[in-house]
């Protein structure tokens, strides 16, 4: 959970000040380290919850703090977007039927989640990236209204001093540039915590890398983003780069990304971590909350080491160092974050049992992996899972490997063997990796959506088919069947969809542009060549300055050889927006005695609607 009480570092004093807390912070690190002050046992795991609010059409909806408020549970807190809510579960302790323990804390504070928003006439939803979001979602006017996130929204852009360039390449492309990190809501993830012996840390911590792309690979779900196929697991795409400091033009002080893998195996003791951390990432935050921890220490107090918590909620590592105090003793744990949330809550806990499984059944061929695994292709392995998903060809052990047959075969018996090893119930074992090797040998979450998304496709618009998809998700995410046994699906099988539309469910987004400048001719030539009866006109700045019809080129009879575009075409538009009721446009096209409508926000044309569409 982030700290919500903070300011952003201006003045020379405060940065010195928190300079120097995050100094002493590390310095008392390392003397609780050296006392053996750090708690070794028991072991603990818990988890952070995300989730999506959306409407009854499932579309984002931006009342996550009434719905807060409606639920009025301390396990629960914001998120930077409106539409996004986080659960932070109760720590546990690592033994027994712990797994199914946490599965029924978070059912049971999901269903209070359920209930807060129905009070609010939303649902929640669990997914990696929410289907339905759009553009506008990540507007200012959407972030949520704590002063934690416009902070941090100020310190990234003051830092980066220009906007974000967003470029992610999968099947379809996206590419746009932005204002502020809002991009960051678009992803929703199940975060999860286990804590780690002191002494094993930095050799526990390299082993959770070498893990990271297998394990991201089967655990998969979110390939979708505005209505584009991009990577198997787009939100680790999105973060990095919605969270970058860097300007576009290379940097050579700050080379790696707030949100990153890392450019090495670690080395030397956790505190050798953070300090890497702070040397690489100026401090964006401070409060004014910070204790002297060596002081603390001193009185024999336990420090939180505040400044240096801070500063840790700001380096956005896949795999994250964390320090926390829980009944007066500090312990040391690792994060997991590129797990993306859903699609079904049994789906979330079988992901975490697969990789503390594998986190404690890390065997002795795998001791000291940074001797025996070259990080680059462990960082390969990585992102090549998060574009492909159960598709990827692993660089495991020096050797290729299908991601189904390194999990089935190596990683699956060594899960099994770690659980074993603290004695968790074997009911609990089987119920939840049999979660992981059906999904290994049928499709992950991933794979699902893209089939039912290409399926839809045939007989809906892209717009509609995310509704379907979306309303499907929030159907089955509490049922009996995990994603590895949904199958295509019939969007009429009562998935209660709000049936009110409006223009972007019905309009053409797959549409040709002309210039107002290119030659009428060959204009002409296009619309007969694919039987278009009216194209969109655009200027040089892609400004919607007209529209040709067929009337316009019957008008003219013959083309004279010097003739442009705008020559013939009509500028007395009428027009109307994606958010309109669809009846509102079927009502335009009557009145005005016409058969298309462009589709416009502000100047920029977004598609057409004709008489066809309806």
Request: hydrophobic share 40%; aromatic share 8%.
């Amino acid at each position: 959970m982030g700290h919500l009480d903070v300011k952003q570092l201006k003045s020379p004093k405060d940065k010195a000040l928190y300079i120097r807390h995050l100094i002493r912070d590390l310095e008392a690190l390392d003397i609780m380290l050296r006392k053996g002050l750090i708690e070794k046992e028991p072991i603990r795991i818990g988890a952070e919850q995300e989730f999506c609010v959306t409407n009854n059409k499932f579309f984002p909806n931006n009342n996550n703090l009434q719905i807060l408020e409606a639920i009025d549970d301390d396990h629960f807190t914001t998120e930077i977007g409106k539409y996004n809510l986080e659960i932070n579960s109760d720590p546990l302790l690592l033994k027994e039927d712990c797994f199914s323990s946490l599965q029924q804390q978070l059912q049971a504070l999901l269903v209070k989640a359920k209930k807060g928003a129905k009070s609010q006439n939303s649902k929640v939803i669990l997914t990696g990236i929410l289907p339905t979001l759009r553009l506008k979602h990540i507007a200012d006017e959407y972030m949520t209204d704590r002063p934690r996130y416009h902070v941090l929204n100020n310190s990234l852009k003051l830092s980066r001093r220009e906007h974000f360039h967003i470029h992610i390449k999968g099947v379809d492309e996206l590419n746009l540039i932005h204002d502020n990190v809002m991009l960051e809501a678009c992803n929703t993830s199940f975060q999860m915590h286990l804590q780690i012996h002191p002494d094993e840390f930095v050799d526990k911590y390299n082993w959770a890398q070498a893990i990271a792309g297998p394990v991201l690979g089967v655990c998969a779900n979110s390939p979708i983003l505005f209505g584009r196929e991009l990577w198997a697991e787009t939100r680790i795409a999105l973060f990095t780069q919605s969270i970058d400091t860097r300007r576009n033009s290379f940097i050579h002080n700050e080379k790696q990304s707030r949100v990153s893998f890392g450019a090495d195996w670690e080395k030397g003791s956790v505190t050798d971590i953070f300090r890497d951390h702070i040397s690489r990432f100026r401090s964006l935050l401070t409060s004014d909350e910070h204790d002297d921890s060596l002081e603390k220490l001193e009185k024999g107090e336990i420090p939180k080491l505040k400044a240096l918590q801070l500063h840790n909620g700001t380096v956005y590592k896949w795999n994250r160092v964390c320090y926390g105090v829980g009944g007066g003793k500090p312990h040391l744990r690792i994060e997991c974050r590129y797990i993306p949330a859903g699609p079904t809550l049994t789906d979330e806990i079988a992901n975490m049992v697969f990789w503390v499984g594998l986190m404690l059944g890390q065997s002795e061929t795998y001791s000291k992996v940074h001797e025996k695994m070259n990080f680059k292709d462990v960082k390969n392995n990585f992102f090549k899972a998060a574009r492909n998903g159960m598709e990827t060809q692993f660089k495991w052990n020096n050797k290729l490997i299908s991601a189904q047959a390194l999990i089935l075969n190596e990683l699956l018996p060594m899960a099994i063997k770690g659980l074993e090893k603290v004695n968790i119930a074997s009911e609990d074992i089987s119920k939840y990796l049999s979660v992981i090797e059906a999904r290994a040998k049928t499709h992950n979450g991933s794979q699902w959506l893209v089939d039912n998304y290409r399926n839809l496709q045939k007989t809906k618009t892209n717009f509609e088919a995310l509704q379907n998809i979306t309303a499907y998700i929030y159907k089955h995410q509490f049922g009996d069947k995990t994603v590895a046994e949904w199958e295509i699906f019939n969007p009429d099988d009562n998935l209660k969809i709000d049936e009110s539309r409006i223009v972007k469910h019905n309009m053409n987004t797959n549409i040709l542009l002309v210039d107002q400048n290119d030659s009428l001719e060959l204009v002409s030539s296009i619309m007969q060549w694919k039987n278009i009866h009216h194209l969109p006109v655009i200027n040089k700045k892609k400004e919607l300055t007209g529209l040709l019809t067929w009337t316009d080129l019957i008008k003219q009879g013959d083309k004279d050889l010097d003739m442009r575009v705008k020559d013939v075409m009509t500028t007395n538009l009428i027009t109307i927006t994606q958010e309109a009721p669809l009846n509102k446009a079927k009502d335009l096209m009557q009145k005005h005695k016409i058969n298309c409508l462009p589709v416009v926000r502000n100047k920029e044309l977004l598609g057409i609607i004709t008489s066809r569409d309806f």
